[in-house]
Structures are given as C-alpha cells and as structure tokens.
C-alpha cells in the first residue's frame, strides 16, 4: 500500500480534488443567487433561502468525529462526490418543473450537506495521501484549484448562461432562462460525474486510511464533548466569539444582494446588468482582485504581525462596502466605474480576510487543534448565515 501511494502523483490528483471541492461550495453560495434572481425570486427569498444553506458548514464539526470513525476517508470522499452529482442532474431536472423551488432546494440541500462533509473527508484524506513535504508543497496547488472552481462558476458559467439567454449561442434559446440555466446545471452534473469517476481510479489507498474499528462511538463522543468544552474554556471567549461572529457582519449581507442589486432595474435602484457582465465583473475580475487582496494581506502580516495589522484590516474588509452604496446612489452607465467598485471592494475584502483567517488559526491552539479551527470555521459560517437572512428584507 505504502508502495502504491508513493508511485501515485499528487498532481494526478491533488489539484482535481479541490477542484471538485470548490464547484459544490461556490454553486451553493453563489451561483444558487444568480439562478434564483433569473428565475423570478424576490430579493428577500433568495437572501433567506441561500443563507439558510451555510448550516451544513456550521454544523459540520458535529458530524466530523462520524467521518473518522467509519470506512475510510477516501471512501467518503468518493461516495460524497457522487451525491454531489445526483443534486447537479436533480437540479437541472427541476428547473423546468412547475415546482422547481421546492424540488431544487432539496437538492441544493443535499449538495450542500454533501459538500460540507466532503470538506472533511477530502481534508483529511489529503494529510495522509501525501508526505509532509508534499503537504506543504502542494498547498498552494489545491488553492489555486479551488480558486480556478471559483472562477469557473462565477465568471464562466454565469457568463455562459447570459449568452445563451440572449441567444448568441442558440437563437431559439432567447430569453429562456429556464432552459440556460438546465443546461448550465447538467453541464455541471456531467463534470462531477467525470471527476468522481477520475477519483474513483486515482486517489490513492494510503495504509493509514482505514476504519477507526478500536474506538468506539461512545468514546469518539465523548472526546468530541471534551473538545467542545475545551474550546469554550479558553481565556476571554466570549471577546473571540463575538469578533467571529461580527468581524464580516457587512460583507454577510452584502453577499447575497451584491448580484440581485446588480441584476436589479435601474428603475427598481439596480445597476440592470445581465449575466455576461455579472460573469465578468463579479466572478473574474473581482475574484482576482480578492486573491491579490489576499496575497497583499498575507505579506504584510508576515512582516509586521498580526497586532499591528488587525485593526486596518478590520477596517479594509468593512469601509470598502461603502463603493456600494455610491452605486445604489449614482446608478453608474459607464461599466469601468462598476468594475472599480467590485474590485476595490473585493480587493479590501481579501486584504481584510487575511487578518481573520489568522485570528482563528491562533485561536485553535492548543491540545486540539485540529478540531478547535474546525469549530471556529463552523462559528464564521455562522456570522455569515444569520445576518445574511435578513439582509433580503432589510433592503426590501
């Protein structure tokens, strides 16, 4: 076994695997606005619906203690990934349907919990396929794979469902969201079944992957409860929960209502764009303006700490959304003012987020660390949800 996982490349798979992991997340995050938004929901609905679907990454430490516990890792991943691809075909199944919400929020709902676990598994199953060496070597590979997955269905795929709404690929297609969007997603089942089955051939069968049979449930429980406690536990808690939950308060809302106020009328205080220019202004050059936010953020934390730069970070992910509200107010025509904006306020939102990822990295530490990072991710999914419900009906 060890033999077999030496021989196998990580680059055969390593960058498909987070590739795979970012397409489920950002289509639940994202792409769920933007299809709901063309197929009729109010602002308020699609707010509510999509940030009810961050549970499973709130929750997700819950369940974590089962995925090590059972089988293997790359069994979950594997079975996960074909989950992920029956929601894909189940949406692209029901959106021609008279009862397309229901039916496609269920599905959402399983990709959703599908991709949460998946995030375990694949996390877990990436530490013992690879050396540490290749660990540390190929962690810039498997973001730069969730990044492109971003990108892809962000930019590409929203791009994509424009030009066939507007008939520039099939003419007779013009106007039919509800078809666009079919396809988009059946395009998305068909490359989910393709990477599943890749999978299924090249992930590795590292000899440390294998079912914990000499725990017992009760016992990886009772662990799981001490870690909790644990966590809670530690010095000025409440002060950490509280920058958690509030530290992207602005940007929870201004996630789900970035797009539809975008897509909005101008006569409604929208910017009336279509999906191309959504495509090309959110999801290409915002999330590159993200990156280098990030890059930027992490060089001048690696150089002066995390003290000193806490505070103008906090301040560079919050006074950027501000670019917002000058286009609510000034309704710009002229599409590079719009592009600035996104990209001014995606720019200072990765500088910002730097700042936060570290702060939970810190706050982990101690004797569990692992699963300490993984409640604190599960509380910044949190910060995200709740606000992110309301944000609908604040602006409504």
Request: glycine share 10%; net charge positive; hydrophobic share 55%.
């Amino acid at each position: 076994m060890k033999k077999q996982t030496r021989q196998r490349s990580p680059w055969a798979w390593v960058p498909s695997l987070y590739f795979a992991q970012g397409l489920p997340y950002v289509t639940v995050m994202t792409l769920a606005v933007v299809m709901f938004k063309d197929l009729g929901l109010d602002n308020n609905k699609i707010a509510l619906y999509t940030s009810w679907l961050y549970l499973p990454w709130v929750i997700k430490p819950i369940w974590s203690p089962i995925i090590d516990l059972i089988k293997t890792k790359r069994m979950w991943v594997i079975l996960m990934q074909t989950f992920v691809a029956v929601a894909f075909a189940g949406i692209a199944f029901s959106i021609p349907t008279t009862f397309f919400l229901q039916t496609c929020l269920a599905f959402f709902w399983l990709m959703a919990f599908s991709s949460a676990t998946h995030d375990i598994a694949a996390d877990g199953f990436y530490m013992l396929g690879l050396s540490e060496g290749d660990q540390a070597l190929f962690v810039g590979i498997r973001n730069t794979a969730y990044r492109l997955a971003t990108i892809f269905v962000e930019g590409g795929l929203v791009v994509l469902v424009g030009f066939l709404a507007k008939g520039s690929i099939f003419p007779g297609w013009k106007g039919n969201y509800v078809v666009s969007w079919s396809a988009c997603f059946f395009l998305l089942a068909a490359i989910f079944i393709g990477l599943t089955i890749w999978h299924s051939f090249v992930l590795p069968k590292p000899a440390s992957d294998v079912s914990r049979d000499n725990v017992t449930f009760k016992q990886l429980m009772k662990d799981f409860i001490m870690t909790f406690v644990d966590f809670f536990k530690k010095n000025d808690i409440l002060l950490a929960l509280f920058f958690i939950l509030t530290y992207r308060l602005g940007e929870s809302q201004l996630l789900k209502l970035s797009i539809p106020f975008l897509k909005d009328p101008i006569e409604a205080g929208g910017l009336g764009l279509g999906n191309e220019h959504i495509g090309m202004i959110k999801g290409t050059v915002g999330i590159i303006a993200l990156l280098v936010g990030g890059i930027l953020g992490g060089i001048c934390i690696s150089k002066g700490g995390l003290k000193k730069w806490i505070i103008p970070m906090a301040l560079a992910i919050n006074i950027p959304d501000a670019l917002y509200i000058y286009l609510a107010y000034a309704q710009p025509d002229n599409i590079w003012a719009v592009i600035g904006c996104v990209a001014g306020e995606q720019l200072g939102y990765g500088f910002g987020f730097t700042a936060f990822t570290l702060y939970l990295v810190y706050i982990a530490r101690g004797a569990f660390k692992t699963a300490h990072y993984s409640i604190g991710t599960g509380l910044m999914a949190l910060g995200m949800m709740i606000p992110g419900m309301f944000a609908g009906k604040i602006q409504m």
